[in-house]
């Protein structure tokens, strides 16, 4: 609940701001490439929910530049690795909603999802109980990423 009552009702876009910060534990983002960024997402459906954004605001999966998409499938691939590997992770769902009407909670700023799941996990809480079950608080899973992105080389 302190997430979600401390969140901003700013309308600005969420990444570009992360990336304006210039205070990465604040606004957790995990890793920044040249073209490229990891961030958790704020609401996240699992620890470790990730976000692969590009650093270039208002782009569409169809107008971004071969070199966006390559930077941000690396990232991504490094992302499943490091989840894989520090959160014993069974499997993923990866995936990106492009638009308002596909789901896009920021439509403007193209992201893809990275979501770790578990033999057993309680993923069917929030559609049965209308509750999340996270075992570990962002501020946690913000240092154990940093640290594990910071050792693992792509």
Not at 56 to 62: C, I, K, M
């Amino acid at each position: 609940m302190r997430y979600i009552s401390a969140a901003d009702t700013n309308v600005e876009c969420v990444f570009c701001a992360a990336l304006a910060a210039g205070d990465d534990a604040r606004t957790l983002v995990v890793y920044r490439g040249r073209l490229a960024f990891l961030i958790l997402n704020t609401f996240p459906y699992a620890s470790g929910h990730l976000m692969t954004a590009l650093n270039r605001h208002g782009v569409s999966l169809a107008d971004a530049t071969s070199a966006e998409l390559t930077e941000a499938m690396e990232l991504t691939q490094r992302a499943l690795r490091v989840l894989r590997t520090n959160y014993r992770a069974d499997g993923f769902n990866v995936g990106v909603n492009e638009g308002k009407v596909a789901g896009a909670g920021v439509a403007d700023h193209l992201h893809i999802h990275v979501v770790p799941r578990w033999d057993g996990d309680a993923n069917f809480m929030p559609v049965i109980g209308e509750t999340k079950v996270l075992p570990e608080e962002l501020p946690t899973t913000f240092e154990r990423l940093r640290a594990a992105f910071a050792s693992h080389s792509s």
